[in-house]
């Protein structure tokens, strides 16, 4: 569905200017369907994060407002745009593979257009690479420039050549334009862009700049649009939300920003993602204990239990801080759920260090983490640190993580069983066409019998048993229910 989200953009005339690029590929398109009898479709491929996700939504509405027609299998799409990722090697490596493939399908219809974009863009030498091993990419744009796409297409379009832009930064939020949201109820808002920590191992600074918040007029402004368009649960979206407001005009905390979103009518639920645990600060954890409407649920990146691996990773809190941390909010709020991010094998690590880190595991038994083995970014100041981890080492300290991660949420999991939850239906379930599933406050899932109707509602469940990770239930009546 495509909203064309109208906010005062901070680039003056930046918007209309983009509006006519799109008019005159739209054109362009028209020509092209005139003379070959076939309409261009497009398809974006996403890697990564969240953030990465909202940029590809608004990718897709300025693709659509340009002409092009969704198409989903990516051999049939005539423009495949790819929006990389760069925060772990794998995730580069497999850019190459899409790549390769297009580089077949091209030489058989020489019409069809490749882009490439995002953070791997942003990286040193890439764009570079993409000139001389890649010729046939027609497209190849950064992460600070998405909001060109219209522009850059039409030079594509107009010269046949590949066209490159990638900015090292920008001071400027461009935002009134069309994006096309994946869900009709729920919808990301972006907070902030970039990210100021600089955590040894991430690559993320270099690649998408520094901080910056957005006004929480804007972003106000853009929950209360959703909402009126029927959205009933928002995710705040920036690297570190903690730190939303710095560098503003007013003065004004996440905490107090997420108070104004829940003045927002429609607005069922809130989340955000992601706080950095070295600036929780007890007055986030008192607008989350009173509200009714933001989510149980806490992503709480840890990285590593050990306070002198968190040292060097420059994270700037210590294994008891992280600790006392996280008893604040259970006091606060006892039935919240915890998620995290942890690296193993950070340079240097030992069995030691890791063995705290599996400390802090057991202690705060978090119902999912994501686990990811160090990948050594060139650029970063730990790729250069000497004592990396030996590979194999790394493996088994990687599958004992993820052996008590999966006994501590499998348990976790089954914690509720018995009890009635909202559940915000998004899906129909993929294993059985009787079934919907939906999410928990906590950020589980349910299954349980119902049909499409229910896409979209808050409805309370039941939950009867836990499936390992997920719940199943039954609807347990519409007292309650929207
Ligand atoms: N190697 C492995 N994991 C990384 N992450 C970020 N950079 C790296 C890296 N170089 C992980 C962190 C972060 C998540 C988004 O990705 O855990 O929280
Ligand atoms: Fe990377 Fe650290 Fe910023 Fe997160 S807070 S994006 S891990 S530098």
């Keep these: 569905m495509t909203d064309n989200i109208r906010r005062g953009a901070e680039k003056p005339g930046e918007a209309e200017r983009q509006e006519g690029f799109m008019q005159k590929c739209a054109a362009l398109l028209d020509r092209r369907e005139a003379e070959t009898g076939h309409r261009m479709t497009f398809r974006v491929t996403t890697f990564g994060c969240q953030m990465n996700a909202k940029d590809s939504e608004k990718l897709e509405g300025i693709l659509e407002q340009c002409g092009f027609v969704r198409e989903d299998d990516e051999r049939k799409a005539d423009f495949n745009l790819y929006n990389t990722c760069t925060v772990r090697e794998n995730a580069s490596e497999r850019l190459y593979g899409h790549l390769g493939l297009m580089k077949s399908l091209k030489e058989k219809d020489p019409r069809r257009l490749v882009g490439v974009c995002g953070c791997m863009m942003q990286e040193k030498d890439e764009a570079e690479k993409m000139r001389s091993r890649y010729p046939y990419v027609d497209l190849v744009f950064g992460t600070h420039n998405i909001y060109r796409l219209a522009e850059l297409l039409y030079r594509t379009l107009t010269t046949g050549k590949q066209v490159q832009e990638i900015w090292d930064g920008t001071d400027s939020i461009v935002e009134d334009l069309p994006q096309d949201r994946k869900y009709s109820f729920k919808a990301g808002v972006n907070i902030t862009y970039g990210c100021n920590n600089f955590c040894s191992y991430c690559i993320v600074p270099y690649v998408r700049g520094r901080e910056r918040s957005r006004s929480p007029k804007d972003i106000v402004r853009e929950c209360e649009k959703l909402a009126a368009d029927g959205v009933k649960e928002v995710m705040l979206l920036g690297q ?3 730190s939303y407001g710095k560098g503003l005009e007013e003065n004004i905390t996440f905490a107090q920003l997420l108070r ?6 429609g607005i069922r639920r809130i989340r955000f993602m992601t706080p950095h ?4 600060s007890d007055e986030l954890i008192e607008v989350m204990a009173q509200s009714e409407k933001i989510c ?11 306070t002198r691996i968190l040292q060097r990773m420059n994270r700037r809190y210590t294994k008891e801080s992280y600790l006392a941390l996280v008893g604040r909010l259970r006091a606060a709020m006892p039935d919240l759920a915890l998620t995290t991010d942890i690296i193993v094998g950070f340079p240097g690590e030992t069995e030691e260090d890791f063995e705290d880190t599996l400390d802090v595991m057991r202690t705060v038994r978090y119902s999912s983490a994501f686990m990811f083995i160090y990948s050594p970014r060139t650029g970063t100041p730990a790729a250069s640190y000497p004592d990396q981890v030996p590979e194999n080492t790394v493996h088994e300290r990687f599958d004992r993580l993820l052996t008590l991660e999966q006994k501590i949420a499998a348990e976790e999991c089954g914690k509720d069983a018995g009890k009635v939850m909202d559940a915000l239906v998004e899906d129909m379930s993929p294993k059985d066409p009787g079934m919907v599933t939906g999410r928990l406050s906590s950020n589980l899932m349910v299954h349980f019998p119902g049909d499409a109707a229910l896409i979209g509602q ?11 990770f997920y719940y199943i239930g039954e609807m347990a009546g519409r007292n309650g229910a929207d």
């Design 458 to 468: 808050i409805v309370p469940v039941r939950l009867l048993r836990s499936g390992g």
């Design 260 to 265: 104004e979103v829940e003045q927002v009518d």
């Design 277 to 280: 645990p070295k600036d929780l």
């Design 240 to 242: 570190n939300v903690n």
């Design 296 to 306: 149980r649920h806490l992503h709480l990146p840890l990285q590593s239990g050990s």
